[in-house]
């Protein structure tokens, strides 16, 4: 998709309102919206905001994912006038409003399984299913009925026009590409700004949908329509890399490897935890490799997500079914993540070019600009050593902990977690 957006300076912040705040309501977000603006964080990202099916419901609460009604706000979290005042208030404050839109499936009891049950897959019985028999809380729509098109385009329009500034689509490489399409042309009728992120899916998953002679879509096939893409076709070699520095080489050579195989302008969202993945400082074997990690995703190309709960440092996702507030604690880790955040603006990374430049004894990358540049070490492997480094001889500022740092003879010292540094001229 051609755009005129830097989206790879992008900060998303997801929230799941259910755990989000003491209630779990709408206006504990719109309370907590001043200081996720403080972090750096440009959009807000929330997960589903709908009613949730009671049939085959999982859990006591329920999947946001079994959306009972794609055009209301659940009562639980409040009502659509609310909604209509976060997002008045989040876009006073600078912010952009991101909601999620889960289109492959419904609910058992949904409003379109009582009122079009013909836009339903059946099964050899006649019984609407989902293809995916893990999701049992829910059932599949059927693409091939265009009126479902016209049907879902017009909820998104009316989505548009309650103040919303994107859409985050789940599971978006197993509906047809056509769908998205057409729904992006007439989308841009409305705001040609509106930001498109597809959870693009892993590459086993697309394969394996593929011998079902079931539709998956590569990333570059969803990239001919959307913005941003999760970068779940490397997830694996990345999990693997987290988990043993072995590992970390290949993780690499991955990375570079999909920036090749997508088109020149794609933006993958870049992160170290969501809601379907484990918490940083549940999957690292220490909490400084979990901040090495967390530094080098939000430095690395591409949009950078933060989960909320991941400024507390919590080590627990919260439940999808029941009810499960985040410990939000002192949030300790806010004021390293807002760094973070407000790095993705500056100006190496707005107009530089990224490059890998080592993967051992600590990964380094640079944001190479005309004048100068960000010059990031990332101790992901817990390594206690010195590194040859291209930076000329002298004292920098550490922008991550603002302590000095030396080089000397062409080398420094590797960080405990992560150091990012400024530099002038060329590398």
């Known amino acids: ?153 017009e909820t998104l329009k009316q989505w548009v026009k309650t103040g919303i500034d994107g859409f985050r689509c789940d599971v978006a490489s197993i509906i047809p590409v056509a769908f998205w399409q057409r729904a992006r042309r007439e ?7 509106l930001i498109w992120l597809a959870e693009t899916v892993h590459t086993d998953f697309i394969n394996k949908r593929r011998r079902q002679g079931l539709i998956a879509q590569s990333d570059g096939e969803m990239h001919t329509t959307f913005d941003l893409s999760y970068d779940y076709d490397i997830w694996p070699a990345w999990e693997k890399a987290a988990a043993d520095p072995e590992a970390v080489s290949p993780y690499l050579a991955r990375l570079q490897h999909q920036k090749a195989a997508l088109p020149a302008q794609a933006v993958k969202l870049r992160c170290v935890e969501n809601h379907d993945q484990p918490r940083i400082m549940e999957r690292a074997s220490s909490r400084a490799q979990a901040l090495a990690w967390t530094a080098f995703q939000a430095f690395n190309e591409g949009a950078f997500l933060i989960y909320a709960g991941q400024e507390s440092g919590t080590a627990r996702r919260p439940n999808l079914f029941d009810e499960d507030k985040i410990r939000w604690g002192n949030y300790g880790l806010q004021s390293f993540l807002t760094t973070l955040a407000k790095l993705k603006k500056d100006a190496a990374v707005v107009e530089g070019q990224f490059e890998i430049v080592t993967a051992v004894p600590a990964v380094t990358a640079v944001w190479q600009a005309k004048n100068g540049g960000l010059y990031g070490v990332f101790n992901v492997s817990g390594v206690v050593d010195v590194m040859p480094t291209p930076l000329p001889d002298g004292e920098y500022l550490d922008l991550l902990s603002e302590r000095p740092v030396l080089v000397r003879d062409g080398e420094m010292a590797v960080p405990e977690t992560a150091v990012i540094l400024h530099f002038t001229g060329q590398l």
Request: with cysteine; glycine share 6%; hydrophobic share 35%.
């Open 1 to 153: 998709m051609t755009t005129n957006h830097n989206f790879r300076n992008l900060v998303i912040y997801e929230v799941f309102i259910r755990n989000h705040g003491r209630n779990g309501r709408l206006s504990d977000v719109i309370r907590d919206l001043p200081r996720i603006r403080e972090m750096g964080v440009d959009v807000v990202w929330f997960m589903p905001i709908h009613p949730i099916g009671r049939e085959r419901r999982k859990g006591e609460l329920g999947s946001p994912y079994a959306i009972q009604d794609y055009r209301s706000v659940n009562p639980d979290y409040g009502n659509k006038k609310e909604f209509e005042t976060l997002c008045d208030y989040a876009h006073a404050l600078g912010l952009k409003v991101m909601i999620d839109v889960v289109y492959n499936h419904t609910s058992p009891d949904s409003v379109l399984a009582a009122q079009r049950p013909n836009w339903f897959l059946r099964d050899a019985n006649g019984r609407p299913y989902p293809t995916e028999p893990a999701w049992s809380d829910v059932i599949d729509l059927d693409y091939a009925n265009l009126d479902l098109w016209d049907y879902q385009i």
């Open 187 to 193: 989308l841009d009728a409305l705001n040609p700004n």
